[in-house]
């Protein structure tokens, strides 16, 4: 992998210049040629550009890592037998239910 992909889907923020305009674009090659995926901006700065493809591939990095620990958490847990139970059974409210005379009685 280049050093360019910060995000889990292998894409990466990228800085186009466009006339006098600059594009923050997440960008992945797909069959040989660049596909664009999100475009952000119209700077009339590099740098502010630049700035803003940093931020975003962070972003978008610490999410795709969040995601994959609280995965990896949860699957560890289930492992160690100490993952969530399971789910309580559902008890009716007794001053909604009616009363025994009137539920069917299966041996008559």
Not at 50 to 64: M, N, P
Not at 86 to 92: E, G, K, N
Request: glycine letters at 10%; aromatic letters at 10%.
């Amino acid at each position: 992998m280049a050093y360019r992909n910060y995000t889990a889907d292998g894409s990466y923020w990228k800085v186009r210049k466009q006339g006098p305009t600059y594009w923050v674009a997440r960008i992945r090659k797909s069959n040989g040629a660049y596909e664009w995926l999100d475009v952000w901006g119209g700077y009339e700065r590099a740098g502010a550009a630049a700035g803003a493809a940093a931020q975003l591939a962070y972003q978008q990095a610490r999410k795709d890592v969040l995601e994959e620990l609280v995965g990896t958490l949860h699957g560890a847990l289930d492992q160690a037998g100490l993952g969530a139970p399971p789910p309580a059974p559902v008890r009716p409210d007794r001053a909604k239910l009616p009363p025994v005379a009137e539920l069917d009685d299966p041996e008559n």
